[in-house]
Each structure stands twice: as C-alpha cells, then as structure tokens.
C-alpha cells in the first residue's frame, strides 16, 4: 500500500485534502513540521503562491534564504498523508539545524510508514535538483525520524546545540 503514495506539487486542486491535513495537525496541538505548514491556508491561493514565491534563486527576496520547494504526499486513500520542503542549498543556519530536507507526517497518519515513503521520494526530487548529497535532521530524542533517515541510508555526522538547548542530530545521504 506505501508504493502506492505519490508526491504532488502544491495545486489549488488539492485544497480539501491541504485542509483536512492542516486541521489535522493544527488540532493537535504539535509543532507544524515543515515550518511551510505553520502559514495559515485560509486565502488557499495565496497560500499556495507562497509556496512557489522563493522556489528558485532569482525568486529569492531575503538575502540569508535559499531556494527551496514543497511538496505534498497523497495515500492510496486520496489522502493528504504528508508535506515535504526541500533546501535547494545550504546556509549557515540549515548546515547546523534545518538540513535540505524538512518532512513531516499528519498526527493521524504516523507509524505506518508514510514517513519512510516521503523521505524516499524526496530523495529522487532532490537528485532532480542536481544535488549529490544531502543533510537531513531530526531532534535528539526522535527515534522514529532517526529510523527513517537511517532506513533511507543516512550517516550520523554529528549533533548541534541549539540556542535553546535543543539537540538536533545531523546525518548525510549521498545521493
């Protein structure tokens, strides 16, 4: 059944299934994950025009940014399961704690591999882009996103400390 999930490009046609999974997470009460996720979609349209506003360097408007696109995965079920941001580059901030990619699964969808399956896929966007290795990033502590980036061949390099105490534990995927 996880074979059967597609990644999507954010579209306008997608806007029931985007809400369902905002309302979702939002109800959780849970950190949003990607940070893309956290924009409130009311006005869908700009929303998903928010998405494709820095998605190349000669979009860029903030000088400390990096191009980056969003991606959403959609199950079997015609569910809206996941959503995924990809860094086309690294800054500073990104190199110690973001990562090139920032994926996140529903609260009600977890622990049926959706995870792995979104990881996956984004990997073969991110070869697209022309990247060779990327940095992927989970919270100390996370176990089940550890696992994910291990079972999709990450290396464990090293933690970083956030300001706030926070533990990020940072792998590497070659491509």
């Not at 109800?27 to 893309?36: A, F, K």
């Not at 199950?75 to 110690?96: F, M, P, T």
């Not at 176990?143 to 400390?161: A, R, V, Y």
Request: with cysteine; hydrophobic share 40%; proline share 3%.
């Amino acid at each position: 059944m996880i074979n059967q999930v597609i990644l999507v490009e954010p579209s306008l046609e997608y806007r029931d299934l985007y809400m369902d999974f905002y309302e979702d997470w939002l109800g959780s009460g849970e950190d949003m994950v990607p940070w893309v996720i956290e924009r409130d979609p009311s006005n869908f349209e700009a929303y998903v025009a928010f998405l494709y506003a820095e998605d190349s360097e000669d979009k860029l408007t903030r000088e400390s940014w990096v191009p980056h696109s969003t991606y959403w995965l959609i199950n079997e079920a015609d569910k809206l399961v996941g959503a995924v941001n990809i860094r086309h580059r690294l800054n500073q901030k990104l190199s110690e704690s973001g990562g090139n990619i920032g994926y996140g699964i529903r609260p009600s969808e977890r622990r049926k591999g959706y995870a792995g399956a979104l990881l996956a896929k984004s990997l073969i966007r991110t070869r697209e882009l022309g990247l060779n290795r990327v940095l992927v990033v989970c919270d100390q502590g996370n176990i089940g996103s550890e696992k994910t980036i291990l079972k999709n061949g990450g290396i464990f390099e090293s933690e970083f400390t956030e300001a706030n105490g926070n533990i990020i534990r940072r792998f590497w995927i070659e491509l």
